[in-house]
């Protein structure tokens, strides 16, 4: 009796995972446009491909940096990144509207300590407000993100010693101290960059940004 009163549910079961696979072989077809409205770019992926790969599709059409593009669907409804599209709901032939997140001052130098980005990324965030000179404090109570973490036990490993407390880093102490070797190429070849010769904790910055006395980390 059990056993017939879930037959029908596994039978519709069945039927929907036969439908995204075979919906994952279709191509589809997106009409990504502005806030208001403007045709941005017409794209055909297929359904397999992941709503990040859209926005890098996005990216390369808008010259925006796919890590600044949310793609929202009717419903006001915002794709995830890791989702497929056949997953994310959406049909075959749909709509999407194109949202460019701010860059936020202390961007760069959060690329530089959880080891992010590109050099097209870099000069996107610079054009747009980041600024390379910025300059944070760590402390022992803030919790980078993992990768970082990880970097830090095999320094431990390898030395013996870790700077737990970290005052007024910069970009550069930040790239260095994780080994990210792009970030540190690019920043030393950046003629604006004005923090080569500085000692951690020995500059003392006025500008009052609560982000970088610990908020935000």
Request: net charge neutral; aromatic share 8%; with cysteine.
């Amino acid at each position: 009796a059990v056993g017939a009163q879930w037959h029908p549910k596994l039978s519709q079961f069945r039927k929907l995972v036969s439908c995204r696979r075979s919906m994952a072989f279709q191509t589809f077809s997106v009409q990504v446009r502005s806030l208001g409205g403007e045709a941005i770019a017409k794209l055909q992926l297929p359904g397999s491909a992941l709503v990040a790969e859209l926005q890098g599709a996005v990216a390369q059409t808008t010259g925006v940096p796919g890590s600044y593009i949310k793609l929202v669907v009717e419903g006001g409804r915002q794709l995830k990144e890791a989702e497929t599209l056949v997953a994310s709901g959406v049909g075959p032939d749909f709509e999407a509207t194109f949202l460019v997140l701010p860059v936020h001052r202390l961007d760069f130098v959060r690329a530089c300590r959880d080891g992010r980005g590109d050099a097209v990324t870099w000069n996107y965030m610079i054009a747009n407000g980041a600024d390379i000179n910025a300059l944070c404090t760590l402390s022992e109570k803030q919790r980078p993100q993992e990768p970082y973490m990880k970097h830090v036990l095999h320094r431990v490993l390898a030395t013996g010693s870790v700077v737990p407390y970290m005052k007024n880093v910069s970009a550069l102490h930040l790239a260095a101290h994780r080994g990210f070797y792009k970030a540190c190429v690019f920043l030393l070849e950046q003629e604006t960059f004005r923090r080569v010769n500085e000692v951690t904790g020995t500059h003392h910055d006025n500008e009052g940004d609560p982000e970088e006395d610990g908020g935000g980390w």
